[in-house]
């Protein structure tokens, strides 16, 4: 009687591979070939968006326009110039946000059903004048973008991701080294013969940010008497192909990310190792879940914004009234948004760390998330006491588990390390401030900011399934 009682009353979480039947595991790594593809069609803010927009465009969306605003009264939807139930509309912001929404059978006065996630991730910026030469090679200069562990950006093939704006107002896309035959860069170090005194510094001491420089190229232009010969010769290659000029840096964004495609990874190909899962694991969930929506009871709303890795700034990041405006033409103006914010639900859909056995003395076991044990809840984030963080409520934490427990989605508890051991945040503080009742959900990941991050296929998978539950959710 006592072990049938304890079978009852306590409570463990379970490995979805003793879950799930070989159909939806199927399904799983179906989904993950199409989130791969996503990955390598983004790798920075700029492309993560255009995707979404090409795909959203194919699933029946358009631009929000003049005449889509609504109104509460039910003779709104007959108008055929006004937003009605079913309908599909999208606001980019800047090409570096963007916001989605399907109108539900409800005025979105009543509320909506909001996933939010940020396009952004780590990784290398050239600086405003990036060129040089030195001991005769041609470099790049770097400002890291985010929470990076310096050491991990150096001797790795980078590629060359962004857009330059020339001086005549063209806008030219620049791509190079993903392809196999194009040329890739990168930052060196120093061989181990000589690093007795760089093994004596901490590894923040060791690699600073002015140290990583990006190497790209060696070959001089014109005679030994010229100056400026190694930065001519990149400068003649970039006119060459893009027609841009050094001054042009001066209006251009360009990032240098890892250079190579997202790959399947371990023997049986449950994880995939890749750049950028923080945080597009949970963008290609929320905007999959919302392509594949019919008409919902409460309309559904995807939010993908920028700057989230330093922390939500600017007319992209969270903190924008930009999203407050978007909510505006859905309401019919922002004198209601107030109103839809507080019958509103949001998940803040990003990642968390995953257990990992190299480490485990940075998590307590009992709280942490696990690969392949489905998508994982953190109440709070923050750190130390919990500041930073929104502290979802018990009813918040309630209402998620009911709907995700009749949706057949597994999900975890996590937290972010132990107490004292770092912690860090997302978006759902700026969206809990706009008197929204949020809470954390997303993808665990093992090496978390790192250049190249891994995450498990079902733990993606159930992460869309929680979005879909909650944009097809009738509360």
Request: with cysteine; glycine share 10%; aromatic share 8%.
């Amino acid at each position: 009687m006592a072990e049938e009682t304890k079978k009852v009353l306590t409570y463990k979480n379970r490995n979805l591979f003793d879950v799930l039947g070989e159909d939806e595991i199927k399904k799983a790594y179906e989904y993950a070939d199409g989130y791969r593809a996503f990955l390598d069609a983004g790798k920075t803010e700029r492309e993560v968006v255009a995707e979404a927009i090409r795909q959203a465009e194919a699933a029946g969306f358009r631009p929000i326009a003049d005449g889509d605003i609504s109104i509460e009264n039910a003779d709104w939807y007959v108008e055929s110039d006004k937003l009605k139930p079913g309908d599909r509309v999208y606001k980019s912001v800047g090409g570096k946000a963007l916001f989605l929404a399907v109108i539900g059978e409800v005025s979105p006065r009543d509320g909506a059903n909001i996933a939010g996630a940020h396009v952004d991730s780590p990784r290398l910026d050239l600086k405003q004048l990036p060129l040089y030469e030195d001991g005769e090679m041609a470099l790049f200069k770097t400002h890291y973008y985010g929470g990076v562990k310096k050491y991990q950006w150096v001797t790795l093939p980078l590629a060359l991701h962004g857009i330059v704006i020339r001086g005549d107002g063209e806008t030219v896309e620049v791509t190079i080294g993903e392809d196999g035959d194009e040329p890739v860069f990168f930052v060196s170090d120093l061989l181990p013969h000589l690093g007795k005194d760089q093994n004596k510094k901490t590894l923040g001491e060791a690699f600073t940010g002015e140290h990583l420089n990006i190497l790209i190229g060696t070959r001089p232009s014109g005679g030994e008497k010229d100056t400026d010969r190694f930065k001519t010769t990149v400068l003649e290659l970039l006119n060459e192909k893009y027609g841009i000029e050094e001054e042009d840096f001066l209006s251009a964004e360009l990032e240098a990310v890892p250079a190579g495609r997202a790959r399947d990874a371990g023997f049986d190909r449950s994880l995939i190792l890749a750049y950028g899962h923080d945080d597009r694991s949970c963008v290609y969930a929320e905007l999959r879940a919302i392509l594949e929506l019919g008409t919902p009871k409460k309309t559904a709303v995807c939010i993908l914004t920028d700057k989230e890795e330093i922390g939500s700034e600017g007319v992209t990041g969270s903190q924008s009234a930009a999203f407050d405006s978007f909510m505006g033409w859905l309401t019919g103006g922002l004198c209601f948004v107030a109103r839809s914010f507080e019958r509103s639900f949001c998940i803040s859909a990003d990642v968390c760390n995953a257990f990992d056995p190299n480490y485990p003395e940075v998590s307590e076991k009992n709280n942490a998330a696990k690969l392949n044990h489905g998508v994982g809840i953190m109440k709070f984030t923050g750190s130390g006491g919990k500041s930073g963080s929104s502290d979802a409520s018990a009813e918040t934490v309630a209402r998620l588990r009911r709907l995700f427990a009749e949706n057949g989605v597994q999900w975890q508890m996590a937290e972010l390390g132990k107490v004292d051991q770092g912690g860090g945040g997302t978006i759902a503080k700026y969206m809990a401030n706009r008197n929204i009742a949020t809470i954390d959900a997303g993808v665990p990941v093992i090496s978390m900011h790192a250049p190249w991050e891994t995450v498990s296929k079902l733990d993606c998978y159930m992460t869309y399934k929680g979005i879909a539950a909650l944009y097809g959710s009738k509360d």
